[in-house]
């Protein structure tokens, strides 16, 4: 990979660019659309990657979900920059981001399988939370909780999309890492 490519935890004055790099995709319903407040609010689950003069060509988000469990979200790369390895150190950035927050099971939700796959994401059915713990997700407002729950009104959403999931490590021993194990109160 010749390309100079930083990645950085977001700053506030980095929402601007995210917003403009991600707007093609949200326009063709690959992203979920989101008032530019929702970006300010979420900015520390953010990260960018950055080109050598400092420009923002990509960034991606961890969503925490519950005990272990999060979701990588907003996941773009400038369309000039597609293809050039912004999107896999991205992901390789937010997964580790990811073992910092104490996550062991990471979701998304996505039409670019074989790029997750490359990161060990593998399709999932079904929505892997007990009973009780789908029960407290449901009093979130977020979107994207919604959509991992599957639910009737986020369906426009997420029609298409595959869902998938990986298993980092650090997943606490005990713990089957190719079941779909149900996360605990
Ligand atoms: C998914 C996405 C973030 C990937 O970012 P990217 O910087 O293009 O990804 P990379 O360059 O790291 O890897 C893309 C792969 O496709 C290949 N590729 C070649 N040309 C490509 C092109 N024009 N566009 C996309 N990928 C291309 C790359 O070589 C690489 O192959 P590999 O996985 O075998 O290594 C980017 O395509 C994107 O912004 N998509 C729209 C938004 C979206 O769908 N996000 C995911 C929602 S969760």
Request: with cysteine.
């Amino acid at each position: 990979m010749s390309h100079k490519i930083e990645v950085r935890p977001a700053r506030s004055q980095d929402v601007k660019a995210i917003r403009a790099l991600t707007a093609p995709y949200v326009e063709r319903g690959l992203l979920v659309s989101k008032p530019p407040v929702s970006y300010y609010e979420s900015l520390p689950e953010f990260l960018v990657a950055c080109d050598a003069d400092g420009e923002v060509i990509g960034c991606g988000a961890v969503h925490v979900m519950w005990k272990g469990l999060g979701e990588i979200r907003t996941l773009a790369a400038a369309p000039a920059w597609r293809g050039r390895g912004v999107g896999h150190r991205l992901v390789d950035a937010l997964m580790a981001r990811a073992r910092q927050l104490g996550l062991w099971r990471l979701f998304c939700l996505t039409f670019e399988v074989d790029f997750f796959a490359a990161h060990g994401f593998t399709p999932i059915e079904g929505i892997p939370v007990s009973h009780k713990v789908f029960e407290q997700l449901m009093r979130s407002h977020d979107d994207g909780v919604a959509e991992f729950l599957d639910l009737a009104r986020v369906k426009p959403n997420t029609l298409g999309n595959t869902r998938m999931l990986v298993h980092l490590d650090g997943e606490p021993a005990g713990r089957h890492r190719h079941s779909h194990l149900k996360c605990e109160l």
